[in-house]
Protein backbone atom coordinates (compact mmCIF):
# COMPACT_ATOMS: atom_id res chain seq x y z
CA UNK A 1 0.00 0.00 0.00
CA UNK A 2 0.93 3.51 -0.52
CA UNK A 3 2.75 5.17 2.48
CA UNK A 4 1.74 8.91 0.80
CA UNK A 5 -1.42 11.25 0.73
CA UNK A 6 -1.95 10.98 -2.62
CA UNK A 7 -4.22 9.62 -4.89
CA UNK A 8 -3.49 6.24 -6.08
CA UNK A 9 -0.98 5.20 -9.23
CA UNK A 10 -1.74 4.38 -12.78
CA UNK A 11 -3.83 1.21 -12.95
CA UNK A 12 -5.43 1.24 -9.57
CA UNK A 13 -8.76 2.24 -10.23
CA UNK A 14 -9.86 1.72 -6.40
CA UNK A 15 -7.68 1.42 -2.92
CA UNK A 16 -8.56 1.45 0.21
CA UNK A 17 -6.29 2.22 3.08
CA UNK A 18 -6.46 1.65 7.01
CA UNK A 19 -10.05 2.25 6.48
CA UNK A 20 -12.77 1.99 9.88
CA UNK A 21 -15.78 2.15 10.49
CA UNK A 22 -17.13 2.27 14.26
CA UNK A 23 -20.94 2.18 15.67
CA UNK A 24 -22.66 2.42 18.63
CA UNK A 25 -24.70 0.09 19.64
CA UNK A 26 -26.77 0.89 23.20
CA UNK A 27 -25.92 -3.06 24.22
CA UNK A 28 -22.66 -3.38 22.41
CA UNK A 29 -21.26 -0.40 23.03
CA UNK A 30 -19.03 0.82 20.29
CA UNK A 31 -17.14 -1.54 18.15
CA UNK A 32 -15.37 -1.69 14.71
CA UNK A 33 -17.36 -3.24 12.28
CA UNK A 34 -14.73 -2.41 10.12
CA UNK A 35 -10.78 -2.77 11.49
CA UNK A 36 -8.23 -0.88 9.49
CA UNK A 37 -9.26 -2.75 5.96
CA UNK A 38 -6.50 -2.23 2.75
CA UNK A 39 -6.54 -3.46 -0.69
CA UNK A 40 -6.74 -1.97 -4.19
CA UNK A 41 -7.96 -2.85 -7.29
CA UNK A 42 -7.08 -2.61 -10.39
CA UNK A 43 -8.42 -1.37 -14.04
CA UNK A 44 -10.02 -4.96 -15.94
CA UNK A 45 -9.47 -6.59 -12.55
CA UNK A 46 -12.11 -8.98 -10.39
CA UNK A 47 -11.38 -8.39 -7.10
CA UNK A 48 -13.39 -10.63 -4.67
CA UNK A 49 -14.24 -9.79 -1.23
CA UNK A 50 -15.07 -13.27 -0.02
CA UNK A 51 -16.57 -13.81 3.92
CA UNK A 52 -19.22 -14.65 5.38
CA UNK A 53 -21.96 -12.44 6.62
CA UNK A 54 -21.25 -10.02 9.40
CA UNK A 55 -17.28 -9.98 7.87
CA UNK A 56 -17.35 -6.32 7.16
CA UNK A 57 -17.84 -6.64 3.52
CA UNK A 58 -21.11 -4.36 3.01
CA UNK A 59 -19.89 -1.64 5.20
CA UNK A 60 -16.41 -1.34 3.29
CA UNK A 61 -18.50 -1.13 -0.06
CA UNK A 62 -20.90 0.77 1.42
CA UNK A 63 -17.95 3.55 2.08
CA UNK A 64 -16.92 3.28 -1.03
CA UNK A 65 -19.99 3.80 -2.74
CA UNK A 66 -19.93 7.21 -0.44
CA UNK A 67 -23.12 6.20 1.70
CA UNK A 68 -21.37 5.82 4.83
CA UNK A 69 -18.75 8.01 5.82
CA UNK A 70 -15.36 6.14 7.35
CA UNK A 71 -14.21 6.57 10.82
CA UNK A 72 -11.09 6.55 9.96
CA UNK A 73 -8.99 5.56 6.75
CA UNK A 74 -8.93 7.02 3.27
CA UNK A 75 -10.36 5.51 0.49
CA UNK A 76 -10.22 6.23 -3.38
CA UNK A 77 -12.09 5.55 -6.94
CA UNK A 78 -11.02 6.24 -9.98
CA UNK A 79 -8.72 8.65 -8.41
CA UNK A 80 -11.01 10.51 -6.57
CA UNK A 81 -11.24 10.66 -2.78
CA UNK A 82 -14.69 9.62 -1.54
CA UNK A 83 -14.95 11.49 1.13
CA UNK A 84 -13.46 14.70 0.24
CA UNK A 85 -15.46 14.70 -3.65
CA UNK A 86 -18.29 11.96 -2.83
CA UNK A 87 -20.14 13.34 -6.04
CA UNK A 88 -17.25 13.00 -8.52
CA UNK A 89 -16.87 9.46 -6.85
CA UNK A 90 -20.43 8.58 -7.42
CA UNK A 91 -20.23 9.32 -11.31
CA UNK A 92 -17.48 6.60 -11.89
CA UNK A 93 -19.21 4.10 -10.12
CA UNK A 94 -21.71 1.24 -10.80
CA UNK A 95 -23.26 0.16 -7.31
CA UNK A 96 -25.38 -3.27 -7.07
CA UNK A 97 -26.52 -4.40 -3.26
CA UNK A 98 -28.40 -7.18 -2.25
CA UNK A 99 -31.04 -4.66 -0.99
CA UNK A 100 -30.73 -2.54 -3.70
CA UNK A 101 -35.00 -1.46 -4.36
CA UNK A 102 -36.89 -0.51 -7.52
CA UNK A 103 -39.59 1.89 -8.28
CA UNK A 104 -42.89 -0.36 -8.11
CA UNK A 105 -44.74 1.74 -10.84
CA UNK A 106 -41.95 2.12 -13.38
CA UNK A 107 -41.33 -0.47 -16.15
CA UNK A 108 -38.13 -1.88 -16.24
CA UNK A 109 -37.87 -0.03 -19.29
CA UNK A 110 -38.22 3.17 -17.30
CA UNK A 111 -36.47 2.70 -14.67
CA UNK A 112 -33.07 2.29 -17.02
CA UNK A 113 -33.65 4.98 -18.91
CA UNK A 114 -34.49 7.17 -15.82
CA UNK A 115 -31.45 6.65 -14.13
CA UNK A 116 -29.62 6.80 -17.69
CA UNK A 117 -30.34 10.39 -17.58
CA UNK A 118 -29.64 10.82 -13.87
CA UNK A 119 -26.16 10.07 -14.78
CA UNK A 120 -25.90 12.10 -17.61
CA UNK A 121 -26.20 9.47 -20.94
CA UNK A 122 -26.95 11.30 -23.60
CA UNK A 123 -30.74 11.15 -24.91
CA UNK A 124 -29.74 9.87 -28.23
CA UNK A 125 -28.04 7.18 -26.69
CA UNK A 126 -30.51 6.04 -23.96
CA UNK A 127 -32.79 3.91 -26.11
CA UNK A 128 -30.26 1.80 -27.48
CA UNK A 129 -28.32 1.01 -23.66
CA UNK A 130 -31.45 0.01 -23.06
CA UNK A 131 -32.04 -2.47 -25.77
CA UNK A 132 -28.42 -3.03 -25.18
CA UNK A 133 -28.71 -4.11 -21.94
CA UNK A 134 -31.80 -5.60 -21.92
CA UNK A 135 -30.49 -8.40 -24.42
CA UNK A 136 -27.39 -8.98 -21.95
CA UNK A 137 -29.65 -10.21 -19.76
CA UNK A 138 -32.59 -11.48 -21.44
CA UNK A 139 -35.11 -9.04 -20.35
CA UNK A 140 -36.89 -8.81 -23.47
CA UNK A 141 -39.63 -10.32 -22.18
CA UNK A 142 -40.82 -8.50 -19.01
CA UNK A 143 -38.76 -5.08 -19.56
CA UNK A 144 -41.88 -3.06 -20.53
CA UNK A 145 -44.08 -4.71 -17.32
CA UNK A 146 -43.97 -2.66 -13.96
CA UNK A 147 -41.60 -3.84 -11.29
CA UNK A 148 -44.10 -4.53 -8.78
CA UNK A 149 -45.37 -7.28 -11.15
CA UNK A 150 -41.89 -8.84 -11.51
CA UNK A 151 -40.24 -11.95 -10.09
CA UNK A 152 -36.87 -12.06 -8.03
CA UNK A 153 -34.39 -12.53 -10.19
CA UNK A 154 -35.96 -10.52 -12.60
CA UNK A 155 -36.18 -7.55 -10.28
CA UNK A 156 -32.10 -8.25 -9.43
CA UNK A 157 -31.74 -8.40 -13.26
CA UNK A 158 -32.98 -5.05 -13.57
CA UNK A 159 -31.35 -3.88 -10.68
CA UNK A 160 -28.00 -5.34 -12.09
CA UNK A 161 -29.24 -3.64 -15.69
CA UNK A 162 -29.60 -0.25 -13.69
CA UNK A 163 -26.06 -0.57 -12.04
CA UNK A 164 -24.62 0.20 -14.74
CA UNK A 165 -26.51 1.68 -17.67
CA UNK A 166 -23.95 4.36 -17.48
CA UNK A 167 -21.01 2.25 -18.32
CA UNK A 168 -18.98 3.03 -15.22
CA UNK A 169 -15.09 2.76 -14.90
CA UNK A 170 -15.70 1.23 -11.51
CA UNK A 171 -18.39 -1.58 -10.71
CA UNK A 172 -19.64 -2.84 -7.34
CA UNK A 173 -21.41 -5.63 -6.89
CA UNK A 174 -22.38 -6.86 -3.31
CA UNK A 175 -23.74 -10.56 -3.40
CA UNK A 176 -24.95 -9.85 -7.27
CA UNK A 177 -26.13 -13.34 -7.87
CA UNK A 178 -28.92 -13.20 -4.93
CA UNK A 179 -31.94 -13.84 -5.92
CA UNK A 180 -30.86 -15.40 -10.08
CA UNK A 181 -31.52 -18.79 -10.65
CA UNK A 182 -29.16 -20.85 -12.56
CA UNK A 183 -29.56 -19.05 -16.03
CA UNK A 184 -29.69 -15.78 -14.58
CA UNK A 185 -26.55 -16.34 -12.02
CA UNK A 186 -24.35 -17.44 -15.52
CA UNK A 187 -25.70 -14.39 -17.59
CA UNK A 188 -24.20 -12.41 -14.45
CA UNK A 189 -20.98 -14.38 -14.27
CA UNK A 190 -20.55 -13.68 -18.04
CA UNK A 191 -21.66 -10.15 -17.42
CA UNK A 192 -18.57 -9.78 -15.15
CA UNK A 193 -16.32 -11.41 -17.75
CA UNK A 194 -17.17 -9.09 -20.29
CA UNK A 195 -16.81 -6.21 -17.79
CA UNK A 196 -13.28 -7.16 -16.90
CA UNK A 197 -12.41 -7.95 -20.70
CA UNK A 198 -13.69 -4.23 -21.04
CA UNK A 199 -10.94 -2.79 -18.76
CA UNK A 200 -13.48 -2.16 -16.07
CA UNK A 201 -12.54 -2.43 -12.22
CA UNK A 202 -14.90 -4.98 -10.87
CA UNK A 203 -15.51 -5.77 -6.76
CA UNK A 204 -16.85 -8.60 -6.72
CA UNK A 205 -18.34 -9.38 -2.77
CA UNK A 206 -19.33 -13.25 -2.16
CA UNK A 207 -19.27 -15.34 0.48
CA UNK A 208 -20.15 -18.20 -1.82
CA UNK A 209 -16.50 -20.01 -2.66
CA UNK A 210 -17.67 -21.10 -6.48
CA UNK A 211 -17.86 -17.69 -7.48
CA UNK A 212 -14.74 -16.45 -6.39
CA UNK A 213 -12.90 -19.17 -8.03
CA UNK A 214 -14.60 -19.02 -11.26
CA UNK A 215 -14.48 -14.81 -11.54
CA UNK A 216 -12.09 -13.72 -9.65
CA UNK A 217 -8.39 -13.03 -10.27
CA UNK A 218 -7.78 -11.70 -7.03
CA UNK A 219 -9.45 -12.38 -3.48
CA UNK A 220 -9.34 -11.13 -0.29
CA UNK A 221 -10.19 -13.03 2.84
CA UNK A 222 -12.11 -10.95 5.03
CA UNK A 223 -13.22 -11.56 8.75
CA UNK A 224 -14.27 -9.80 11.67
CA UNK A 225 -13.74 -6.10 9.49
CA UNK A 226 -10.32 -7.30 8.82
CA UNK A 227 -8.20 -8.43 5.53
CA UNK A 228 -6.31 -11.42 6.46
CA UNK A 229 -5.01 -11.91 3.16
CA UNK A 230 -5.17 -11.16 -0.40
CA UNK A 231 -4.09 -12.93 -3.57
CA UNK A 232 -4.96 -15.03 -6.49
CA UNK A 233 -6.43 -19.12 -5.11
CA UNK A 234 -3.17 -20.28 -6.48
CA UNK A 235 -1.58 -18.11 -4.05
CA UNK A 236 -3.31 -18.12 -1.30
CA UNK A 237 -3.59 -22.08 -1.50
CA UNK A 238 0.51 -22.30 -1.82
CA UNK A 239 0.78 -19.94 1.21
CA UNK A 240 -1.26 -21.69 3.29
CA UNK A 241 -0.41 -25.44 1.90
CA UNK A 242 -3.60 -26.06 1.01
CA UNK A 243 -5.63 -28.04 -1.72
CA UNK A 244 -8.19 -25.41 -2.69
CA UNK A 245 -9.78 -21.52 -1.91
CA UNK A 246 -12.04 -23.48 1.08
CA UNK A 247 -9.32 -24.89 2.95
CA UNK A 248 -7.26 -21.87 2.62
CA UNK A 249 -10.11 -19.95 3.42
CA UNK A 250 -10.85 -21.67 7.09
CA UNK A 251 -6.98 -21.80 7.39
CA UNK A 252 -6.33 -18.19 7.77
CA UNK A 253 -10.45 -17.79 9.70
CA UNK A 254 -8.57 -19.85 12.52
CA UNK A 255 -6.25 -17.22 13.03
CA UNK A 256 -8.53 -14.79 14.27
CA UNK A 257 -11.82 -16.92 15.17
CA UNK A 258 -10.60 -20.61 16.85
CA UNK A 259 -13.89 -21.96 16.58
CA UNK A 260 -14.16 -22.10 12.95
CA UNK A 261 -13.37 -25.83 11.93
CA UNK A 262 -10.32 -26.96 10.90
CA UNK A 263 -9.29 -27.83 7.55
CA UNK A 264 -10.37 -31.47 6.49
CA UNK A 265 -12.90 -32.00 8.97
Known amino acids: MHATNSAPSDGIAVEVRDLVKAFHDPRRGTFRAVDGMSFECRRGEVFGLLGPNGAGKTTTLRVLATILAPTSGRAFLDGIDVVAQPLEARRRL ?23 RLHGVPEQRIAARVDELSKTFGMESYLDGRCEKLSTGQKQ ?3 IARAVVHDPPVLILDEPTSGLDIIGSSAMIDFVSARRAAGTCVIFSTHILSEAEELCDRIAIVLKGRVLAIGTQAELCERTGTANLRQAFLHYARSVDPEVPSVGR
Open 94 to 116: GFLTGNTGLYPRLTGRETLSFFA
Open 157 to 159: KIS
